[in-house]
């Protein structure tokens, strides 16, 4: 019982840490990006060929892939942000999953279809107590989700980067007119998006081995949180990707395995029956 | 003795987060009149005008069309009891032509199943030629039947305003609510416009205006209703509210305070 | 009325199109291909008309086809198939429609797919009855009291046939009370409810026609193929779908058409891309929603234009 909590908790965290790079981007430009998963696909590949081809330290891939991914978050706003500007939301839902198909197949060009492993960053011995197994991964995990909430919470808060953000999301034409360089604040917002989708990633290639194809179902994991917690909400992102975690866990253990990724979508439509805008509710107001 | 009221509202409020946008405003318009809601910006007009046509319902309070109890309703159901209308930034229906914007509403009491539609039956082609002569003598009104054909975007802004406005006919009304129906147009348009608002009411429609326009109004307007900060603080005809000392303050003192 | 000559050379072209392609793997492309516009017609009621997302249209198109598999496999006659896969998706359409119609547009996208995968995992793991991912073969074949098509050209031309009654269903469609209502509801939803349009009934009997495309279509692809599996109807296929609606011309039912012609044709042409094709599928449809957001069928209605202002 013990056991099937700390676990997950840890799949949990990963979810959350995709619906957050997920709320950056949403907080920004309104859009939810369908390509998010592959995404966490390209940061656990790149960290993989630091570390295993290349033997890097796992340090030094891990700043390589932060880096690298900032790069493309920024080459997905050019190609896939700029030219939708003002267009119907399916669209950008299309070209996003689009975007995924041509990153999934192109790392499947480059890296083959075999899964592959990526090494944890630390090393040691499991902690035990009261007959649970807590691994150093997934302890890093924790600390990972924990310390990059407190820094989304303070950027988004504390910072000029946060208020400017918040200036885009609600007016974008009254933010360029009062001198906010949107353009840059939306770079940002796609790039912080793409890192945590990396890092996710870079914490997910341990546990379940990276494939190319493993990014769509944990994009879908990332927006069903989002949905849960209601998409653009900080607490609900976090506390939906952790009940999420909790839910396919102890759903495996005590329901059905082969069902495993039911219950997401499951738990999504009831709660969207019950509450059509998330439980924690969408940040965003709609004129009428 | 006054008729009854064809729409008659008590204590309508709206609040939008700590904002009261409405605060308790009853309303009394007698049939077959040209009623105009005046106000300075952000009084409550559009608001109102939502709020009875059940576009983004009131909080609390009381509407009745036709003796009918309409608060809450779904917006097609009030708009099947009687009373339609346009709006202030234009929603035509950019993917149909001129003459099947206007059937949409025209199809608005005469309802098919697809079971007819599928079989092409007597009745479903007895209702196509209904809507589409109602929706040509609306079009007619309004002066655009000759452009029936047309993509409905490719009219210019002022004539997709007079299609909004045969739109809101084409469904037969008894009250039409215009939302600022002069905005955006010239002095002939504007004309034209008013020629058409006194045909209607000729007619026997009912028509609550809302307006920007103080001057355009007073001629037209049988009854005016003033709103400030979402109060009702005056009603009578256009000369009584011209000379109602709270009304001169409500307009010239915002000047002076944006001045 | 010059769509009629148009509409004659295309006729025309379908029926001779067996006498020049004597090849069976052709033909068998082609008739996966009819069957697709089929169901990308049923996507355009909800998508292109309704304005309404759906990524559940291979869901309900592996319904109708699991539903005709099963119940013919069991020794039900044929004939009963339709009805059986029209009344499964309508019942399947309206437990995910009723709850989820007033839901905006990244909700709907979710709720579909899920829906989706839902659908998947029950084919997948309820083995002793679907297959699981081995799928179904030897399913039997169209037979009505008796008759029935034999070989790929006699198909061919039943689902030419088929193909032709559902777009002229889809033209009446959109001509009538429905249709505008529907279209209404994609501009501007507001302005069709003030209208007297019930937007949600509009949306739900869209999403309800849409399901009865694809589940008949299901049921003609499993007992004109004659054997299925999970993979085609994945959330994949579902994404191949809406991909074929946005390149063909979204409301366009000629577009429809083309655009399930040329994304089911392409990849078989393309195969020697191998892994490169998909990356170029997907560059493809960005170039496309960006480059021409109204899809093939945009670019073909440009032609005469340009020809009257040579004039």
């Not at chain 1, 997950?8 to 907080?27: Q, T």
């Not at chain 2, 010239?186 to 608002?197: F, R, V």
């Not at chain 3, 198909?155 to 046939?161: D, V």
Request: include cysteine; charge should be positive.
């Amino acid at each position: 019982m013990g056991q099937l909590i700390v676990n997950g908790l840890a799949l949990g965290s990963i979810y959350a840490l995709v619906a957050l790079g997920l709320l950056l981007i949403f907080n920004t430009v309104q859009i939810v990006n369908f390509a998010q998963g592959q995404l966490l696909m390209l940061g656990a590949f790149i960290g993989i060929s630091c570390a295993v081809t290349h033997e890097l330290p796992v340090a030094a891939a891990w700043a390589i892939t932060m880096v690298a991914m900032a790069l493309v978050g920024i080459v997905f706003m050019v190609l896939v942000y700029f030219p939708l500007r003002g267009r119907p939301a399916f669209l950008v839902i299309l070209t996003t999953i689009a975007m995924g198909i041509v990153l999934e197949n192109l790392a499947l060009i480059i890296w083959g279809p075999l899964p592959v492993s990526l090494p944890s960053p630390i090393h040691g011995p499991p902690l035990r107590f009261a007959g649970v197994v807590i691994s150093m991964h997934q302890l890093f995990i924790f600390c990972t989700l924990a310390v990059i909430l407190l820094l989304q919470f303070l950027l988004l808060t504390k910072t000029r980067f946060g208020i400017l953000m918040q200036a885009t999301a609600q007016d974008l034409h009254t933010a360029r007119l009062v001198g906010i360089s949107v353009n840059r604040t939306i770079a940002v917002a796609f790039a912080f998006g793409a890192v945590l989708s990396g890092i996710a990633g870079l914490l997910v290639a341990p546990i379940f081995l990276a494939e190319p194809t493993m990014g769509g179902s944990l994009g879908l994991k990332g927006f069903v949180v989002s949905v849960i917690g209601g998409f653009g909400n900080l607490p609900g992102a976090v506390i939906g990707g952790l009940f999420l975690g909790l839910i396919e866990t102890f759903g495996a253990r005590y329901i059905s395995s082969n069902f495993r990724d039911a219950y997401a979508f499951i738990v999504m439509i009831a709660v969207l029956i019950a509450w059509p805008r998330g439980l924690f509710g969408e940040k965003s107001s709609e004129k009428v | 003795m006054t008729p009854e009221p064809i729409i008659s509202a008590r204590g309508v409020t709206r609040r939008f987060g700590g904002l009261v946008a409405l605060d308790g405003v009853d309303l009394d318009v007698p049939p077959g009149i040209v009623q105009a809601i005046i106000g300075p910006n952000g009084s409550g007009k559009t608001t109102l005008l939502n709020a009875l046509s059940g576009a983004s319902h009131a909080d609390a309070g009381s509407i009745r069309v036709g003796g009918q109890e309409i608060f809450r309703l779904k917006p097609h159901r009030i708009a099947r009891l009687g009373l339609a209308r346009t709006f202030q930034n234009i929603r035509i229906f950019d993917n149909l032509s001129v003459i099947e914007n206007v059937k949409v509403a025209a199809a608005c009491n005469s309802p098919t199943s697809l079971f007819n539609i599928l079989t092409a039956n007597v009745r479903h082609k007895l209702s196509e030629s209904d809507i589409d002569r109602n929706a040509r003598e609306a079009l007619d009104i309004v002066g655009l039947v000759r452009r029936a054909e047309d993509r409905a975007t490719q009219l210019p802004y002022a004539q997709q305003r007079l299609l909004e406005i045969a739109r809101a006919l084409a469904s037969k009304p008894k009250v039409l609510l215009l939302d600022e129906p002069a905005a955006g147009m010239n002095m002939t348009e504007s004309m034209t416009l008013l020629d058409t608002i006194a045909k209607l009411k000729s007619s026997g429609i009912t028509i609550l205006l809302v307006e920007h326009n103080v001057r355009l109004v007073m001629g037209i307007s049988d009854r005016v209703t003033v709103l400030d900060f979402g109060k009702k603080i005056a009603e009578g005809t256009p000369s009584e509210v011209q000379r109602n000392p709270q009304v001169i303050e409500a307009y010239l003192g915002r000047r002076h305070r944006h001045a | 009325m010059k769509i009629w000559p148009i509409l004659a050379a295309c006729g025309a072209v379908a029926l001779a199109v067996p006498a020049i392609a004597q090849d069976g793997y052709i033909i068998q492309l082609l008739n996966i291909a009819i069957l697709n516009a089929i169901v990308v017609i049923g996507l355009n009621f909800v998508t292109g008309w309704t304005g309404q997302i759906n990524f559940g249209q291979a869901a309900f198109y592996g319904l109708g086809a699991y539903t005709t598999a099963i119940a013919t496999k069991a020794g039900l006659p044929w004939i009963t198939t339709p009805f059986l896969s029209a009344l499964v998706v309508m019942a399947a359409s309206l437990m995910l429609g009723l709850p989820t119609m007033r839901l905006r547009t990244y909700y709907l996208a979710m709720t579909t797919i899920g829906f989706g995968e839902i659908i998947r995992l029950i084919i997948v793991h309820w083995e002793p009855v679907t297959g699981g991912t081995s799928g179904l073969r030897a399913i039997p074949g169209i037979s009505i009291f008796g008759f029935g098509p034999q070989g790929q050209v006699q198909h061919y031309y039943l689902l030419i046939a088929i193909l032709a009654l559902a777009i002229l269903i889809a033209a009446r469609i959109r001509h009538s009370t429905l249709g505008r209502a529907m279209i209404a509801t994609k501009d501007s939803e507001i302005a069709a409810e003030q209208s007297g349009v019930d937007t949600v009934r509009t949306k739900l009997l869209a999403f309800m026609i849409g399901a009865v495309y694809a589940g008949l279509a299901g049921c003609l692809y499993a007992s004109s193929i004659r054997f299925i599996s999970p993979d085609s109807f994945s959330s994949i296929q579902a994404i191949l779908l809406m991909t074929m609606l946005i390149v063909g011309g979204m409301g366009s039912i000629f577009g429809c058409v083309i655009g399930a012609l040329a994304l089911t044709i392409l990849p078989e042409a393309l195969r020697f891309l191998g892994q490169w094709y998909l990356v170029l599928y997907g560059l493809g449809v960005i170039g496309v929603i960006v480059l021409a957001p109204g899809g093939l069928a945009s670019l073909a209605s440009l032609l005469p234009l340009r020809r009257a202002s040579v004039n």
